[in-house]
């Protein structure tokens, strides 16, 4: 049996269910094999979700101020110059 026969009732929530899938090589609904491609995926998944925790962790501890976000040297930029031409 797989995947909702197990839990009846409330579904996992979708890290758990990476994790089976990625312990057992199965898919969780089916029960059908993983091909190396859906492996990859789901490693793409996890990894991401982990990088994204980390990022949201260092900025948690040190917040961007709009000094830190607005561009300081508009000369190299590209930017329209207000004569209207490019710099």
Same mark, same amino acid.
């Given at each position: 049996?797989?995947?909702?026969?197990? +839990?009846?009732?409330? *579904?996992?929530?979708?890290?758990?269910?990476?994790?089976?899938?990625?312990?057992?090589?199965?898919?969780?609904?089916?029960?059908?094999?993983?091909? *190396?491609?859906? +492996?990859?995926?789901?490693?793409?998944?996890?990894? $991401? $979700?982990?990088?994204?925790? $980390?990022?949201?962790?260092?900025?948690?501890?040190?917040?961007?101020?709009?000094? *830190?976000?607005?561009? +300081?040297? +508009?000369?190299? $930029?590209?930017?329209?110059?207000?004569?209207?031409?490019?710099?």
């Amino acid at each position: 049996m797989y995947g909702r026969e197990i +839990k009846r009732g409330n *579904d996992i929530d979708e890290m758990s269910r990476l994790a089976i899938e990625l312990r057992e090589g199965v898919d969780y609904d089916t029960g059908r094999p993983l091909t *190396d491609v859906e +492996k990859a995926q789901r490693w793409s998944i996890v990894l $991401s $979700s982990i990088a994204q925790v $980390s990022i949201a962790a260092y900025y948690a501890g040190h917040p961007l101020t709009v000094d *830190d976000v607005v561009l +300081k040297d +508009k000369g190299t $930029s590209g930017a329209v110059h207000e004569t209207g031409g490019i710099r």
